[in-house]
């Protein structure tokens, strides 16, 4: 079983950045991906960014194109930049490890971080 925590959530001024930090721990061996989602008021879940376990990148949308994903050698921490920040881009920020499970895949999802962006 994989644990994630996202952290680094807070208030940004409008026009600022944000920066998230992953952090996955227990067995990473079946690692498949790494992705960052976020959900917006009254919204549904979106995609922002993913990474492949073998560095592969894909971006989603207006967030993913102002947004970088990267993560460390162990790869049991995964990050998240955005730049030029505007109050839509307010949302709790999750962050999933995708393993491979058998011939399928399981996600383990963080409880989310919250992101503010102020006018």
């Known amino acids: 079983q994989v644990h994630v925590v996202e952290s680094g959530g807070g208030f940004v001024q409008t026009g600022g950045s944000l920066s998230l930090t992953c952090t996955a721990s227990?067995?990473?061996?079946?690692?498949?991906?790494m992705a960052w989602y976020r959900q917006r008021p009254g919204q549904e879940l979106e995609l922002v960014a993913r990474m492949t376990e073998g560095g592969l990148t894909y971006f989603e949308g207006n967030a993913g194109s102002r947004s970088t994903i990267s993560t460390n050698y162990d790869k049991n921490k995964t990050f998240l930049t955005m730049h030029t920040l505007t109050p839509e881009d307010t949302a709790v920020y999750f962050c999933?490890?995708?393993?491979?499970?058998?011939?399928?895949?399981?996600?383990?999802w963080g409880q989310g971080t919250q992101v503010t962006v102020s006018t």
């Open positions: 999933t490890y995708i393993m491979r499970a058998g011939r399928g895949m399981n996600e383990n």
């Open positions: 227990g067995n990473l061996d079946e690692l498949l991906a």
